[in-house]
């Protein structure tokens, strides 16, 4: 808000590094807004440990580009690794957990890592895009709590049925298995081997 200590004009920035928006007509308030977000020495390229972002959207800058970001980010032609994503919103992708989305899958020999912000989301969500109504999930007897609630509680609300078997007996895995089956689940190292 604007006080009596507020200057009518727009504010100056140091000459020395010239803001570069400072030809822009903007009013204090906008600016205090927006802030000093463009400069050129946001250059990340020289950090040994890359700095972590805390942006939720993204500036577009056009409507062209922000179309282009949201076919490259729906396109799996385009290889993010070769050239630098449109970033448009955090939760699509930010450029933090995609290194380390990156790195995991490196470490795992996997082709990609994806990162959520819980275990329990990680799995909700790996099972939910691998299941629908009618579809069964073989899982080993000793699993997680909440795992297990999730599979007894709320799952078969969904139609998605769960057979618990002791997974050390290959025989019983292979008898559990019918065309229905869609997901395999264990957890490794098991709950009893832990406690
Ligand atoms: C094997 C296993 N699965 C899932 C979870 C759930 O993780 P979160 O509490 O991050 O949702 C845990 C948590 O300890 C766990 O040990």
Redesign the pocket.
């Known amino acids: 808000m604007p006080t009596s200590k507020t200057p009518k004009t727009k504010t100056k920035t140091s000459s020395k590094h010239p803001h570069p928006e400072k030809n822009e007509n903007y009013d204090l308030r906008t600016r205090l807004i927006h802030g000093s977000m463009r400069t050129p020495k946001w250059d990340y390229s020289h950090h040994v440990v890359p700095p972590l972002t805390s942006s939720a959207t993204f500036r577009l800058s056009s409507s062209q580009r922000g179309a282009r970001g949201f076919f490259e980010f729906a396109c799996d032609r385009v290889d993010t690794t070769r050239q630098v994503p449109i970033y448009i919103y955090d939760r699509l992708d930010e450029p933090t957990r995609g290194m380390l989305e990156e790195n995991l899958a490196a470490a795992e020999q996997g082709e990609i890592g994806v990162c959520f ?7 909700s969500a790996s099972i939910a895009s691998l299941t629908r109504s009618g579809d069964q999930v073989v899982a080993h007897n000793t ?2 709590g ?2 297990y609630s999730l599979m007894t509680n709320w799952l078969p609300r969904q139609g998605v049925n769960t057979r618990f078997v002791d997974m050390r007996n290959a025989k019983e895995i292979a008898k559990a298995i019918t065309a229905r089956t869609r997901i395999v689940y264990f ?1 490794t190292p098991d ?1 009893k081997s832990v406690v």
């Open positions: 912000a819980t275990g329990m989301a990680a799995i699993l997680y909440c795992t957890e709950r």
